[in-house]
Every structure is written in structure tokens, then in C-alpha cells.
């Protein structure tokens, strides 16, 4: 059973800056892809930015420019670095991890709540 955990949320003024992690149960290259998805109550879940085992990052335009994932492979943990942080940022943090072989399987964090308020 592959187990997903997240830290590093949290509250922060508009303008600050919070760094996600997540860590996985086995190596983070096993994974095609991590990914942070933002849930909020008045929209679906959304796919905020992605990094593929290959090193290739995308990401939600609303982010481009202020996040940045990365992963250390050593320590199997996947980042995201948010700067610049809005009020519109707020929301659940889920890190998500994809594997596309022999079938397409998505595995899920249990969330981290960030909060960006004066």
C-alpha cells in the first residue's frame, strides 16, 4: 500500500510563501509523475503543477512564475515552493502521485490545508 504524506501548510499573509512537501512509502521513482492538486468549497479539484519522472514540469496559469515542484529523489519527497501567495491560493493541498503501468493508478495524500489571509 502506497501512503502519500503531506506537511507544510498552514497560514500566511498575501505576499508570503509556504513550501508543500510531500513524502512517499516507496521509491518516488517508481511514480510516471507527482503532482499537487488545490481543492477549494466552490470549485473542483484542480491540477495546480506537475513533474514527471523525467524531470518535466507543468503547471496551472494561474501559479506560473510564483510555484516551483521539484523532487528529491534521494529522500522521496516531492516540493512545492509557493511564493507570492494570493488569497485565491487558499485551499486543501493534495499531493498526487501516477503510475501508468500496467494500468493507469492514481494514488492521493490526505491534504494539507493552506490559508492565505491578512
Known amino acids: 500500500q502506497v501512503q502519500l504524506v503531506e506537511s507544510g501548510g498552514g497560514l500566511v499573509q498575501p505576499g508570503g510563501s509556504l513550501r508543500l512537501s510531500c513524502a512517499t512509502s516507496r521509491s518516488i521513482l517508481s511514480f510516471n509523475a507527482m503532482r499537487w492538486y488545490r481543492q477549494t468549497p466552490d470549485k473542483e479539484r484542480e491540477l495546480v503543477a506537475s513533474?514527471?519522472?523525467?524531470?518535466?514540469?507543468n503547471y496551472e496559469d494561474s501559479v506560473k512564475g510564483r510555484f516551483t515542484i521539484s523532487r528529491d529523489n534521494a529522500r522521496d519527497t516531492v516540493y512545492l515552493q509557493m511564493n507570492a501567495l494570493k488569497p485565491e491560493d487558499t485551499g486543501v493541498y493534495y499531493c498526487n502521485a501516477y503510475v501508468m503501468w500496467p494500468s493507469p493508478l492514481d494514488y492521493w495524500g490526505q491534504g494539507t490545508q493552506v490559508t492565505v489571509s491578512s
Open positions: 513533474v514527471t519522472n523525467g524531470d518535466s514540469t
